[in-house]
């Protein structure tokens, strides 16, 4: 998961699949391959709200072992499903009646 700062109007995500294993260092698991990454192009500069959904987000797909497995899958439909309904149980959450679409996420 990598998350980049760009000078972008609205953030965006988005899944890659490479064909060939990618050896990684990460820091407290030492080396591994990995085949899936994901991308979070985000704005310069957020506000509050967006860093709180971000935070959120970032933090129960990696918190999230069920989360972890569908990433580790590649399948994009399913991790895309995966980020609408986090995204949507937070809205819940905080209570917003708002619908998160595919579209809403740059998908």
Do not use: C, W
């Amino acid at each position: 998961m990598f998350l980049i700062n760009t000078d972008v109007k609205t953030a965006s995500i988005h899944v890659f699949n490479s064909k060939h294993n990618l050896e990684m260092h990460i820091a407290l698991e030492g080396k591994t391959n990995i085949t899936n990454i994901l991308v979070f192009l985000l704005p310069s500069t957020l506000t509050s709200e967006e860093i709180e959904i971000f935070t959120y987000l970032i933090t129960m797909l990696t918190e999230d072992e069920i989360a972890t497995s569908m990433i580790e899958s590649g399948n994009p439909e399913k991790i895309k499903n995966l980020i609408l309904s986090i995204l949507q149980e937070f809205l819940e959450q905080k209570n917003i009646n708002h619908m998160v679409t595919d579209r809403s996420l740059g998908f």
